[in-house]
């Protein structure tokens, strides 16, 4: 992601150096994505005006415009707010794909370029393109860790909400680790919140008296599944994988603490990918057009520092 | 259930009691069933460190509600209490976080009478545009809830706000963790909690005017009540009630984050229902309150610990278990 984001900056300072005159060309893009509502969100905030500060800075034509809505249908008449100051691009990390595919149709039906990132819409034609992180991905290589390093142990599972996104995570988790010795005691939804994770573990701890691992697949619910173990004093507990980046278990994570050795990436900053991408477009005349999977890496004490942004709020 | 409306009734004494201990019980009685359930899902359920840990984990929701059933009982309502935990919480931590003051038990200290002080404001400023501004508790808490809420969302840059200091982080985790004659702190406070509210409630001219103008505002009116200030005071109450919750949430995780205190006024709203305070006023019941609270948590402590129930259906089943503690309740009731 960092060497992405670097190559980027680099090759589209060089482009400018070279070509002057393109420098100031005037070129408006609008970013419409989710308020922070929780720490992920939170994170996506933060890295789309990281973004739009570097870029700004090295386009002096270029105006990004970040707004953020609460709900879906806040987010509908932003779009609409937003066309309606005439835009160049949009970047959008929809709320749902339901309610929004339609307006962000309106919106490239007026020959806008349309960018998605993280949820995908009901009609994929009308994004020019897409940048997302991998769900599947994140389960798979959070199963494939545990089935390398246990080979055989009990596992409890604390999923997220029922969406797609938490589905695909799991079938991931599920089709890695099937007919390995990794048994899963227990599933259960802690709606991407600590404290809800903290009383599932809570419970998994009374319920089961030797746990061998946890996978909880979000890095916000791993904070209170590891108070939980703590303040119930259990040893038996050999390994807690989260995911998505947050920077305190990326810090974990560089830190070689022992029972969060390594994390999954599904990180907030793609949205920055996106923006990247979108600008390339319009100043760089590389192709973009397409979808762009960001892998979810495994993070291991070795290359933790490439992922830590200690700024960052989540 | 009407004649406890009537304040000035004397002669239905006895019958009033009668009928006020059945309703009473009733909240006790459905907690035992649960207790029942609990034991034929899993044998654990009754060991003594699960029980301990879902009382501990109640007393967020069982101290806000004992404050809930002040506004209740007084014919308000209070949608904010959950917006207002995150950012009493907040600014808790904050402050804790800026070290002020020299000394971590002086700063620890200093930082609960902050988030008290924080809490009744917050109660205060409740209180005060429903009483003065005369609009619908429920219009001003729902106003406060996302004020509150966004305002904790912008302190915290979208992401959480943690205690950053670890030594005063290990001093304060006690607070939910410690033990005290075998009892975890947070029981302790719940119990403290209950008997300040049952005294207020019951023993005070002041729980006798909650009830007044819970029961008839206009004749409370008449009577020479204050009823103003009697229904904001309770407002004020409920932000106190919630900063003592957040003074045992803040130790457990030692953070504030955008989710915390999400949904709980409505967990809050019905562990006062739950234990049979009236939602329209005019009768208010603090220890069925802490039992309905109590209740809540070990519905879903029974979920988790069950086999039976898919992951996907444990709110169906919730929302049953809690309809049918309301019938059981209610059939009691009758009964006279």
Redesign the interface.
């Known amino acids: 992601m960092r060497k992405l984001l670097v190559g980027l900056v680099g090759a589209v300072l060089a482009s400018s150096m070279t070509f002057a005159y393109a420098q100031d060309k005037k070129v408006n893009i609008a970013v419409s994505i989710p ?5 992920w ?3 996506v ?2 890295h789309a005006e990281r973004a739009a500060k570097i870029l700004e800075a090295n386009h002096p034509g270029l105006k990004i415009t970040i707004k953020t809505s609460p709900d879906g249908a806040s987010q509908a008449n932003a779009l609409e707010d937003l066309t309606t100051q005439g835009i160049d691009a949009l970047v959008t990390l929809p709320h749902n794909s339901d309610e929004l595919t339609d307006p962000i149709r309106a919106v490239k039906e007026k020959g806008i370029f349309v960018t998605v990132v993280d949820r995908a819409l009901s009609d994929p034609s009308i994004q020019d393109l897409y940048v997302a992180g991998n769900n599947p991905e994140l389960g798979r290589v959070a199963g494939e860790y545990l089935k390398n390093t246990m080979k055989t142990g009990d596992v409890v599972v604390i ?1 997220g909400l ?1 969406i797609v996104i938490d589905e695909e995570r799991q079938k991931g988790f599920d089709d890695a680790i099937a007919g390995s010795g990794i048994k899963v005691l ?4 802690g ?5 809800d994770a ?3 573990m ?3 701890l ?2 089961f008296p030797k746990i061998d691992a946890v996978w909880c697949q979000d890095d ?1 619910m791993a ?2 599944v590891l ?1 939980a173990i703590d ?2 004093k259990r040893t038996d507990i050999k390994l807690v994988i989260g995911g998505a980046g947050m920077k ?1 278990m990326i810090k974990r994570v560089a830190d070689g603490d022992a029972m969060t050795p390594i994390n999954v990436l599904y990180p907030p900053s793609m949205v920055a990918t996106a923006m990247e991408l979108t600008v390339a477009n319009f100043y760089d005349q590389v192709p973009v057009r397409g979808k762009y999977i960001l892998d979810a890496t495994l993070v291991t004490k070795d290359n933790a520092k490439e992922f830590y942004f200690p700024d ?3 | 259930m009407s004649d406890t409306k009537t304040i000035t009734d004397t002669r239905g004494l006895g019958r009033k009691f009668a009928d006020l201990d059945k309703t009473a019980v009733a909240p006790f009685l459905a907690l035992a069933a649960l207790f029942l359930l609990g034991a034929l899902v899993n044998p654990n359920f009754l060991s003594i460190d699960n029980l301990l840990n879902v009382l501990t984990r109640s007393s967020f929701i069982a101290i806000i509600a004992v404050g809930a059933t002040f506004v209740i009982s007084a014919g308000g309502l209070d949608l904010s209490v959950g917006s207002m935990a995150a950012l009493v919480a907040g600014i808790m931590i904050l402050f804790l976080n800026s070290a002020a003051i020299d000394g971590d038990t002086a700063m620890l200290a200093a930082g609960i009478v902050v988030a008290i002080g924080v809490g009744a404001l917050a109660g205060l400023l409740n209180g005060a545009i429903i009483t003065i501004g005369k609009i619908e508790p429920f219009i001003v808490t729902l106003g406060t809830m996302a004020i509150f809420r966004s305002v904790t969302v912008w302190l915290a840059d979208g992401g959480s706000i943690a205690m950053k200091s670890i030594a005063m982080r290990n001093m304060f985790r006690p607070v939910y963790t410690g033990v005290f004659l075998g009892l975890p702190f947070p029981v302790w406070l719940i119990i403290a909690v209950g008997l300040l509210g049952a005294f207020i409630l019951y023993k005070t001219s002041f729980g006798r005017h909650v009830i007044a103008v819970g029961s008839n505002e206009d004749v409370a009116r008449y009577s020479g009540i204050h009823v103003n200030r009697v229904r904001a005071m309770t407002y004020i109450l409920q932000g106190i009630c919630v900063a003592i919750a957040v003074v045992v949430y803040v130790p457990r995780l030692g953070a504030a984050t955008t989710t915390t205190g999400m949904l709980w006024e409505l967990q809050a709203i019905t562990a006062v229902v739950i234990g049979g305070t009236a939602l329209r006023g005019g009768v208010g019941r603090i220890w069925g309150t802490i039992c309905g609270a109590f209740m809540l948590e070990i519905v879903g402590n029974i979920m988790v610990l069950s086999n039976i129930v898919s992951e996907y259906l444990i709110g169906a089943v919730q929302g049953t278990i809690i309809i049918i503690a309301m019938l059981v309740q209610r059939t009691l009731q009758k009964k006279k």
Not at chain 1, 35 to 39: C, R, S
């Open positions: 308020a922070a509502d929780h720490g969100t939170g994170g905030v933060y999923r029922p227990d599933k259960q939804f709606n991407w919140s600590r404290d903290f009383k599932i809570q419970d998994y009374t319920k916000d904070v209170g108070e303040q119930a305190d960052s709020p989540f």
